[in-house]
């Protein structure tokens, strides 16, 4: 169980493009989701904290603008990356959580951006 | 801002011997857990610890939290090949279904 799900496992777009990647939990519901961001050879960065039927909340210098993200069912996540550049290239993974109980999160295989 | 520190940064051993990575924080944790991450793939689950003093072992990895809560370690006995990866503890200061943070993360290389 606790199986979350992303796609596209990676992605290659040329600058000023935008790039969508969902991420879903495939066999329990998730009130909340979070995004991740990860450069080579680096922890884990939280990006923001999706929250379904409601605004994302957003970490310290994270442009909200920049990274949409929308939670429209208890089941699925999707990270818009808009007018995407070069450096916006990473390795982006969601999270997702089980309700009650400690705090634990399932992530996703993580979705490679590569922008030209 | 609360921070985890982990160490060592780095770590390539062979295969057979024994480490130790180490989660420090200056913070109480509600909960901790460790993760392992391979290349290319997103983290891994391996345990969470709760209780204060707490020992978990799953087959050759032994998992300690301290008392007071504020860090914590993995152990690894007889490391072999397959152990190689990226290591991250995770603690959640809040309690309940909250965000977690990330430690700097520890890479372990074993080489047979």
């Known amino acids: 169980g606790a199986v979350v799900s992303q796609h596209p496992s990676w992605v290659i777009c040329k600058s000023g493009t935008s790039v969508k990647i969902e991420c879903r939990s495939l066999?329990?519901?998730?009130?909340?989701m979070f995004w991740y961001r990860q450069f080579p050879k680096q922890s884990l960065m939280l990006m923001a904290t999706?929250?379904?039927?409601?605004?994302?909340?957003?970490e310290q210098g994270v442009e909200k603008d920049k990274f949409l993200i929308n939670h429209a069912s208890l089941t699925l996540s999707t990270l818009t990356v808009t007018s995407a550049h070069p450096e916006d290239s990473s390795f982006y993974i969601c999270?997702?959580?089980?309700?009650?109980?400690?705090?634990?999160?399932?992530f996703g295989p993580g979705t490679r951006l590569t922008v030209l | 801002t609360q921070l985890l520190e982990q160490s060592p940064q780095f770590l390539s051993i062979q295969e057979g011997e024994n480490l130790t990575v180490y989660c420090n924080s200056s913070?109480?944790?509600?909960?901790l857990q460790w993760y392992r991450q391979e290349p290319g793939e997103g983290p891994v689950l391996l345990v969470t610890?709760?209780?204060?003093?707490e020992v978990k072992k799953l087959k050759r990895l032994t998992f300690q939290f301290g008392d007071a809560r504020k860090d914590s370690s993995l152990h690894i006995t007889a490391a072999q090949p397959g152990d190689t990866g990226l290591y991250l503890c995770?603690?959640?200061?809040?309690?309940?279904?909250?965000?977690?943070?990330f430690g700097t993360g520890t890479k372990l290389q074993v080489i047979p």
């Open positions: 066999d329990f519901q998730a009130t909340t």
């Open positions: 995770a603690g959640d200061w809040s309690g309940g279904y909250q965000k977690v943070t």
């Open positions: 999706s929250n379904e039927g409601s605004k994302a909340t957003y």
């Open positions: 610890v709760v209780t204060g003093g």
């Open positions: 999270s997702a959580g089980l309700a009650g109980g400690v705090n634990e999160q399932f």
């Open positions: 913070s109480v944790f509600s909960s």
